[in-house]
């Protein structure tokens, strides 16, 4: 008989390895340092290490830029879903349900509107979690409805752009996209309203082709790869070695294709300075 195991039972159970949650820390995708994500949250998720800008959740984007976080959100027009009836490795309706469930969003765009330093402002903003922020009818539809009710209520349109491009699951009729949006655009500009292109990491495909390259004043995150095809395919293509940083917001605005490159910091002060300067106007932000 042993005393102290049968008599005296240990009051400390034996404990099981704790599961470290997933969601405590992301991995910097530039320099490979491991981020706190409250701390990443709080400096608008760039880097601490390297100042490389790591993608922004929609609601937070929205939330930075209009004034004290407040802004309505446009309702959209809810379309067909897959109107070409495609599937691949598995169904398009079946990929669309998932990723509403991944984002909370009915498609990769959402358009909403506020004061962004005192300007009444209609900003559309691409969230590249939803199928890479890729564009199909729903996207375009929203890009045209945000460019209507910017014409109705006369105010500065701002579109953010982070996407890989055209969606395949719905072929031509994404490809017309890029023409309804470019009309849309348009429209805007002969009103005299301006707008303003604002180009987050990626910018790429038919959306770099359209309504992402028409601003009157085109911006760029710090960083941001924007372009139409990859540089790995160009490079297979011309069979030469690109440039260094090819691609890059930075090269893209020594060679005339940006106009601005702003860190995510700076971004909202920007915006309201350049819409200042757009409309003649000296307002005093919050």
């Known amino acids: 008989m042993n005393w102290i195991s049968d008599f005296v039972r240990p009051k400390i159970k034996k404990t099981s390895t704790k599961e470290i949650s997933e969601n405590l820390w992301t991995k910097c995708p530039e ?56 599937k691949d490795s598995k169904k398009y309706t079946d990929r669309l349900r998932g990723y509403r469930k991944l984002t909370g969003h009915n498609d990769a765009i959402e358009v909403c509107y506020g004061d962004l330093g005192g300007i009444k402002t209609v900003i559309a903003a691409l969230d590249f979690s939803f199928m890479g922020g890729s564009m199909g009818t729903a996207v375009g539809e929203g890009i045209v409805k945000a460019a209507e009710f910017a014409i109705k209520t006369a105010s500065p349109l701002i579109i953010i752009s982070a996407s890989g ?53 085109n911006i760029a995150e ?12 160009i490079e297979q293509t011309i ?48």
């Not at 917001?249 to 106009?259: C, I, N, S």
């Open 31 to 86: 320099c490979g340092q491991m981020l706190f994500n409250k701390e990443l949250e709080k400096d608008l998720y760039i880097c601490s290490f390297c100042g490389h800008h790591l993608r922004l959740p929609l609601q937070k984007r929205f939330e930075i830029l209009f004034d004290k976080g407040k802004y309505k959100t446009l309702t959209l027009l809810k379309l067909q879903e897959d109107p070409l009836n495609f």
């Open 222 to 233: 710090k960083g941001s790869i924007i372009g139409f095809a990859g540089a790995r395919v």
């Open 165 to 217: 491009g055209a969606r395949m699951q719905e072929g031509i009729l994404s490809l017309m996209q890029m023409a309804r949006t470019t009309a849309a655009v348009n429209q805007l500009k002969e009103r005299g309203l301006p707008y303003i292109s604002v180009m987050t990491d990626p910018t790429t495909g038919g959306v770099s082709a359209s309504f992402a390259m028409l601003g009157d004043i």
């Open 239 to 286: 069979r030469e070695t690109l440039p260094e940083g090819f691609q890059r917001a930075e090269y893209l605005q020594e060679h005339g294709m940006v106009d601005i490159v702003v860190s995510r910091h700076e971004m909202r002060n920007k915006l309201i300075k350049v819409l200042q300067l757009l409309l003649n106007k000296n307002i005093n932000c919050d």
